[in-house]
Each structure stands twice: as C-alpha cells, then as structure tokens.
C-alpha cells in the first residue's frame, strides 16, 4: 500500500512549487555578498550602521552590543574576524571585529558599530560605499 502526500489545505503543488522556488532565490541572493576569511580577500558593495537603540541589546555572538566598540555584522564572516573597512567616498578606514550577523537590508554587506561608522565618516549619510578586507 502506498501512501500519496497531500497538499496542505487550500494550497496546490503548483503553490508550494512556488514558495520553494522563491525560498530558493531570496537564499541565493544572499550567497552574492559571502566573503572568505582567508587574509587579503577583499569584497565592495555598501556599509550601514547599528542606531543607538540597540545599545545593550545582544549580539549573534552573545556578546552586548556597544556603540563606542570597533565591532561590526557581516553575514559569513566568522565571530572574531578582524576586518578593514575602508569608504570609498573619502578613503577613511577602520579596524573591527566581526560580533553578529547581518545586516539583512538589501544590497548592504556590513554592518558597523556607530564608533566605526563615525571613524570613517559615514554617521550623517547612514550608509557608504565600503571595501572589506580580511584582516584575520
């Protein structure tokens, strides 16, 4: 005897078909920003910054997220991660230590901490233009 799967209530194959080809593409746009952590690798697109109502809250790390740390998000690079990020608009760097996940805002690939983003001058324009470049 052979046991045939049903669709759930009031949606077909075709429906479910769709939700997993649209899973399928919101995860593969993500593999777009992966970076090695291999020193020197390097990888561009835009940077944002944590606002100051998350201060305290904690991090992907476990750690409580300070806004005068040199820390940053990225989304593959692993907790401890030392990285360089340098605006494009002005060549102002800073030194961070990847301590969470993120951002998951479209197009960005890092996250920093407001210290850093003062660093290298982005606070006013609240996202820049950035190299990342493993440090190790």
């Known amino acids: 005897m052979s046991?045939?799967?049903k669709p759930a209530a009031g949606r077909s194959n075709r429906g479910q078909c769709l939700a997993a080809l649209l899973c399928l593409l919101a995860l593969s746009g993500c593999a777009g920003h992966q970076l090695s952590?291999?020193?020197g690798a390097t990888s561009s697109g835009e940077?944002?910054?944590?606002?100051d109502r998350h201060q305290g809250a904690r991090t992907a790390s476990g750690e409580r997220y300070n806004k005068n740390a040199m820390?940053?998000?990225h989304r593959t690079l692993a907790f401890g991660t030392r990285v360089r990020v340098t605006n494009l608009n002005n060549q102002r760097q800073a030194?961070?230590?990847?301590?969470d996940r993120g951002p998951f805002s479209g197009g960005r690939i890092i996250d920093?901490?407001?210290a850093a983003a003062d660093r290298i001058g982005m606070i006013r324009?609240?996202?820049a233009p950035v190299r990342?470049?493993?440090l190790k």
């Open 112 to 114: 920093l901490s407001r």
């Open 3 to 5: 046991i045939k799967a």
């Open 125 to 127: 324009s609240g996202v």
């Open 47 to 51: 940077a944002s910054w944590y606002s």
């Open 95 to 99: 030194v961070v230590r990847i301590n």
């Open 71 to 73: 820390t940053a998000a």
């Open 132 to 134: 990342v470049e493993v």
């Open 37 to 39: 952590d291999t020193p």
